[in-house]
C-alpha cells in the first residue's frame, strides 16, 4: 500500500479532527471542569471552612478530583469512533495504529487536562494555597495529566467494545493512576515546606517518558482486541 | 524444546497433561498442608516477643508469597499468550486468576489479624498491605474484564493485555507504595525483625509456602481444565470421557 | 508440644481469637475455591452430557419418522 501522507501530517490531521469535534460541542470540555470544580466546593462543605486545614489537605482535594475528572471524557475517546466505524478504518489502514492512537491521546489531553492545569490558580485560590504551592501544583498538573490520559487510554481501548464499558473502566485504571496521585500530592506538601520538589517531579517526568513510548502500543493492541 | 512442547498447544494434550500432573500436587498440597498447619499451631515454639500471636505468619506469609507469585504466572501466560498466540496460555490467564484473587483475600485478611493484636488496629496504611490491597483491585480488574466480555475469545486477549499492563506497573505501584509509606509512617508502627528466624520457626513456614504453592498449582489445574473442555465442549475427544466415566 | 492441654491450645496465649480466626477464613477461602472449580467441572460435563443425549433423541426421532 502507498502512504500519500507523511506520520506527521497523519498524527495533526487525527488530532486536529478531535479537537474541532470537542470545539463543536463544547460541553465535552466545559462538563469535567465543572465536575471538578463541584468536586473542590464540596470539600470545604464536608469537613468545614478552616485555612489551615484546608491548605494541608489540597494537595489530596485537587488530585483526586483530577483523577475523577479526566475519568469522565475518557468513557467517550473511542467510544464515538468505535460506534461510527471510523476506528475500523483507522485499524484496517496502512498507517501505524500507535501513532494514531498517541494523536488521540494527546488531543484528549489538550481538551480534558489542559484546561485543568490553566485553571489551577482558582482552584489554589479556593483553597488557601500559596504561590509556592501553587507553582508546585501546576508542574505536577502539567506532568501528571498527561499521564492519566495515557494510562487511562489503555483502560478505554479495553472497554469500548462493552454494553457497560464505564464504571468497568474507572475499576480498570484508578489502581494504576496511584503512582501519579502518590508523587504529585508529595511534591506539592513538599513545596508547602519550602523544600526541594524537583526529585517528585523527575519521577513523573521519567513515568510520563515511558509511558508516552509504551502505552500507545498497548492501547492499539487492546484497540485490535475491543475491534475484532 | 520447542518440538518437544508444540504438541501441548492441542487441547486434549494439554487436558492429558493437566490429569497426569494434578495428582501430584494436590498430594503435595494435603501432606504439606497438614503437616505444615499442625506444626506451625501445635509444635513450632512461641515467639519470645509476640507470643502465639506470630502463628498466623505460617499463613500469612506464604499467601503473601503466592499473591505475588500467582500474578507473576499469570502475566507470564498473558506473553506467551499474546506473543504465541496460544491459546491454552489465554485460559490459563482466566484460570490462574482467581486463584490468585483468593491468595490476595487471605494474605489481606490475616494481615488484618494480625495487625489487631500486634498494632492496635485492625488495618494500618502500612505499604505491604497497601500494596497487596492494590493487588487485590488488579486481580479483580482482569476477573470482571474477562466477564464483561460476551465473545470469550476476546475476552481472553483482553485480560492478557491487562495482565501485561498491571505486571509492568506493579513494581513502580509497590515503590510508590514503599515511599509513600516512609513519608507517612506513623510512630505506632513496629517493624518486625524478619532477617533472623529460627530454624524451628523456618521449616514450618517453608512447609507451609510449598503447601501454598501446590495448592495454587492443584486449583489452577482444575480451573485450567474445565476451561480446556468448556471451550472444546462440542469436539469429540471430550465426549469420549464421558463414555470413560 | 507446645501447649499443656487442649484448652490451652485453643486460647493460644490470650491470641485464640486472631490466631483462629485467621486459620479459619483462610481455610473456608481455600475450600471454597476448591468446592466452586469441583462443581464447575461437575456442570461443565453435565451440560456435554445434556448435549449428547440431545443428539442421540433427535437422531432417534429422525429414524422413527423414516420408519
Redesign the interface.
Given at each position: 500500500m502507498i502512504r500519500q501522507h507523511s506520520y506527521w501530517q497523519l498524527f495533526s490531521a487525527v488530532c486536529k479532527k478531535d479537537l474541532q469535534l470537542a470545539f463543536r460541542q463544547r460541553a465535552e470540555i466545559v462538563n469535567p471542569l465543572l465536575f471538578f470544580l463541584i468536586v473542590i466546593t464540596l470539600f470545604p462543605l464536608a469537613i468545614g471552612p478552616e485555612p489551615g486545614l484546608l491548605a494541608r489537605i489540597a494537595p489530596g482535594i485537587i488530585w483526586v478530583a483530577a483523577l475523577l475528572s479526566t475519568m469522565l471524557g475518557l468513557d467517550k475517546l473511542f467510544r464515538d469512533d468505535y460506534h461510527d466505524g471510523s476506528l475500523e478504518q483507522l485499524i484496517a489502514s496502512s498507517y501505524p495504529l500507535p501513532l494514531t492512537v498517541l494523536a488521540k491521546v494527546v488531543a484528549h489531553w489538550i481538551i480534558t487536562g489542559l484546561p485543568l492545569v490553566l485553571m489551577t490558580p482558582l482552584f489554589a485560590l479556593l483553597l488557601n494555597l500559596d504561590t509556592n504551592a501553587l507553582i508546585a501544583t501546576v508542574l505536577t498538573l502539567l506532568l501528571g495529566t498527561p499521564l492519566l490520559s495515557f494510562i487511562g487510554a489503555?483502560g478505554a481501548g479495553?472497554?469500548v467494545?462493552?454494553q457497560?464499558?464505564g464504571i468497568?473502566m474507572s475499576?480498570?485504571v484508578?489502581?494504576?493512576y496511584?503512582?501519579v496521585l502518590?508523587?504529585a500530592t508529595?511534591a506539592i506538601e513538599t513545596s508547602t515546606m519550602s523544600l526541594d520538589y524537583s526529585g517528585q517531579l523527575a519521577i513523573l517526568g521519567a513515568?510520563l517518558v515511558v509511558a508516552i513510548l509504551?502505552a500507545p502500543i498497548?492501547i492499539s493492541?487492546?484497540l485490535k482486541?475491543?475491534v475484532? | 524444546m520447542w518440538k518437544w512442547l508444540h504438541p501441548y498447544a492441542k487441547a486434549d494434550r494439554a487436558y492429558q497433561l493437566c490429569n497426569t500432573l494434578l495428582p501430584y500436587f494436590a498430594v503435595i498440597t494435603v501432606v504439606c498442608m497438614i503437616v505444615g498447619w499442625v506444626w506451625g499451631l501445635a509444635y513450632a515454639p512461641a515467639d519470645y516477643q509476640q507470643k502465639d500471636s506470630y502463628r498466623i505468619i505460617f499463613i500469612h506469609v506464604p499467601s503473601a508469597i503466592l499473591s505475588m507469585g500467582a500474578y507473576s504466572s499469570m502475566a507470564i501466560a498473558a506473553i506467551v499468550a499474546?506473543v504465541w498466540q496460544l491459546r491454552n496460555a489465554e485460559l490459563a490467564v482466566i484460570a490462574i486468576a482467581p486463584v490468585g484473587a483468593c491468595v490476595t483475600a487471605i494474605a489481606l485478611i490475616t494481615g488484618a489479624a494480625w495487625g489487631k493484636p500486634m498494632w492496635g488496629a485492625w488495618w494500618v496504611w502500612d505499604a505491604r498491605l497497601t500494596s497487596e490491597l492494590?493487588l487485590l483491585?488488579?486481580y479483580?480488574?482482569v476477573l470482571?474484564?474477562y466477564h464483561?466480555?460476551e465473545d470469550k475469545k476476546?475476552a481472553g486477549?483482553?485480560a492478557s493485555?491487562?495482565a501485561?499492563?498491571?505486571v509492568?506497573?506493579l513494581p513502580?505501584?509497590h515503590?510508590?507504595?514503599e515511599?509513600?509509606n516512609t513519608?507517612h509512617q506513623g510512630a505506632s508502627i513496629t517493624k518486625f525483625n524478619t532477617n533472623a528466624i529460627d530454624p524451628s520457626m523456618f521449616w514450618p513456614l517453608m512447609l507451609n509456602i510449598v503447601a501454598f504453592a501446590a495448592f495454587v498449582g492443584t486449583v489452577t489445574l482444575m480451573r485450567l481444565k474445565n476451561e480446556i473442555l468448556q471451550r472444546e465442549k462440542h469436539r469429540p475427544w471430550v465426549r469420549q470421557l464421558l463414555n470413560r466415566g | 508440644m507446645q501447649f499443656d492441654s487442649f484448652s490451652d491450645f485453643i486460647a493460644m496465649g490470650g491470641y485464640g481469637f486472631y490466631v483462629w480466626l485467621s486459620f479459619g477464613s483462610c481455610a473456608l477461602i481455600l475450600i471454597g475455591i476448591l468446592l466452586s472449580s469441583l462443581n464447575d467441572t461437575k456442570r461443565i460435563l453435565s451440560s456435554v452430557q445434556q448435549q449428547v443425549d440431545r443428539e442421540a433423541r433427535i437422531k432417534q426421532a429422525k429414524l422413527e419418522q423414516q420408519v
Open positions: 489503555i479495553l472497554t467494545g462493552l457497560k464499558g468497568l475499576l480498570l484508578l489502581p494504576l496511584i503512582p502518590i508523587f508529595s513515568m509504551s498497548a493492541s487492546a482486541v475491543s475484532s | 499474546l492494590i483491585f488488579l479483580l480488574g470482571s474484564l464483561a466480555f476476546a486477549r483482553a493485555i491487562l501485561i499492563v498491571g509492568i506497573n513502580i505501584i515503590f510508590s507504595v515511599w509513600w513519608l | -
